[in-house]
């Protein structure tokens, strides 16, 4: 896919205060089997493209790259992990093209976000013909996630 | 982990940054690596086969999204260096220092990006891909970006990491989390440098690829020495790494392979 919009994902409540000090953005299942590319994330930003700037204020939260394998090389079903017999007698090393996770870190991003939900956008990069970044339909996953993590310190304070 | 000396029998060699190679380090890198283009890629010791061994021809045999990722690529520099050895004794891999604190100025080593060098055609500069792996990217409709190895650095508005992000990832504490950010840093600067580099494919056989490689290796060896831990969980160590006769855990510690990584040495004869 070129772009993936998500629902609204909810946030933790900022009444008392942010009680995380540390976002991800988790996203499943890669795949890396197609053209090497880079997914760029976006929060609150639903119209974002290649063109978008990578500043803060533009939504811009992070990016990943898909280090990526070009395409098949091989004979049917040779890239498909799921075509292999799986056992715990397995002693072979994990197929080549097994799906990937990719973390990105999004705190700054996510902290200048008012409300309680946010849209997460992500587009694929590549090289177009100027030199410039174009849309790269070579982004495949399974899921997002948007993780929240606090410390003990990071705690709400209790109601008054 | 500090170096046990005590263990070394011979002296470990080490790995120097690739902007700072003296004329004769220079000289010796070039040499091994025109040693090992000179052999035919069906011969093992190779430059033609190390390159091979990453993508094309199949199979890949690289390790790529799994805490294998270092140990492989250990293993595989590693191999490849004492191929270069076996040409050249005194070559080592250098390393390219990527980190840049400025990404619009980020760029490839001299020693690499120069199609001369002072003994006449330079091999870091771009090298022949094998016929083989040239063969099988035509038959499945895939070609090779060229027939000898080429490079785009920073076309598509890609930057190299900044050194702002490699000092935050060797203060990562959890190995995992290490692991992971090391590796989309390491995409990174292959997608950045493109070309031949910018696919797992196809990878392999650009000069600099070695370069790229043993500064993540580096990095995996700072962060070692900054956590005082190997990093891989114990249950991987037993793993062995082919085509490579070596296991995970043989991987864990450079100076048992005999090198380590020096911003800069200095030593002198005594009696």
Known sequence: MERFVSNPLALPPHADGYAWSDAQLVVYGVDHSGPSHEVRVFLDAPDADATTPLLLEAGYAGCFTVFGHGGCYGDDDHCNPNARFNDEYDLRLPHQSQPQTKVVGVSEALRAIQGDS??????????GPEGGPKVSDAFRADELRLVTYAAPGDANPPKA | MATPAALATTRIRFRRDAARLTPGQARDVRAAYAGMLALR??????????????????????QHGTPLFLPWHRAFLYSFERAMRDRVPDATLPWWNWATPDPEVGSIPSLYAEAKSADGANPLFSVPVSEQALQEGVASGRPAPGSSTIRDPGVGGRQLPRDTEVAQLIEIRDFQSFNDALEELHGQVHV??????????????DPVFWAHHSMVDRLWRLWQMRHGTPGPPQEIWNQA?????????QTLDVTLLGYDYASSTASQAIG
């Open chain 2, 241 to 249: 790494l082919p085509p490579f006769p070596m296991t995970v855990s």
């Open chain 2, 41 to 62: 890629d069906a011969d093992e010791r190779s430059y033609g086969h190390f390159a091979g061994l990453h993508g094309l021809p199949l199979p890949f045999e690289c």
């Open chain 1, 118 to 127: 946010v849209l997460v956008t992500l587009v694929a990069v590549e090289p």
């Open chain 2, 192 to 205: 950045w440098t493109g070309g031949h580099m910018g696919a797992i494919p196809w990878s392999g056989f």
